[in-house]
């Protein structure tokens, strides 16, 4: 009886990630198909049993193995996984472009686009040699900025020598006063 009880604890807690994963994909967690997997007498075949929902190949379907009650699969149409994947490359682009953007920014260029092009250009061939050697794909945006502005000074804005020519400006009105 304790065991029963026990399962049935984790199967709520089990159910209710279940419910919040639908909801966050957009889901009504009323309608969730949910199958429970279960072991027959051959170790190749296992069973699949309804539990709540329906059959419904344009929804996520969720299936709780009853072995394993504290873990859930998933299961989504080809469609929907590509649609995903999509989607979250193109949310990786943005992030992506946007993190890059703001590196450029913080080194004041003389012309965005420009910047742009070189940072483009540079990135690409780090991709490259990173996959050459086999290595992961980890580029530090702020570093690769900070050495286009070393070896080209002139796609940027020296700050201290325009706040030293103002300076300079200031001090020699002052000094014709």
């Known amino acids: 009886m304790e065991n029963d009880k026990q399962e049935t604890i984790v199967n709520s807690a089990l159910i209710e990630k279940i419910d919040e994963l639908s909801k966050s994909l957009g889901y009504n967690e009323e309608e969730n198909t949910i199958f429970e997997l279960r072991q027959t ?36 149409s080809m469609e929907q996984i590509a649609a995903l994947l999509k989607t979250l490359q193109a ?16 080194h004041t260029p003389v012309d965005f686009q420009d910047v742009w092009v070189v940072a483009m250009d540079e990135i690409q061939k780090r991709i490259k040699a ?17 050495r286009i502005k070393r070896e080209h000074p002139s796609l940027f804005i020296d700050l201290n020598r325009v706040t030293q020519n103002i300076h300079e400006g200031v001090m020699s009105d002052k000094k014709t006063q």
Request: charged share 35%; glycine share 2%.
């Open 91 to 106: 949310t990786t682009q943005e992030n992506f472009n946007l993190k890059l953007e703001k590196a450029i920014w913080k």
């Open 130 to 146: 990173l996959q050459e050697k086999g290595e992961p794909l980890k580029i530090n945006l702020d570093d690769i900025v900070a």
């Open 41 to 76: 007498d051959d170790p190749k075949i296992k069973e699949l049993v309804l539990m709540n929902g329906e059959w419904d190949e344009n929804r996520p379907m969720f299936v709780v193995d009853k072995a394993h009650p504290e873990k859930a699969l998933v299961f989504f």
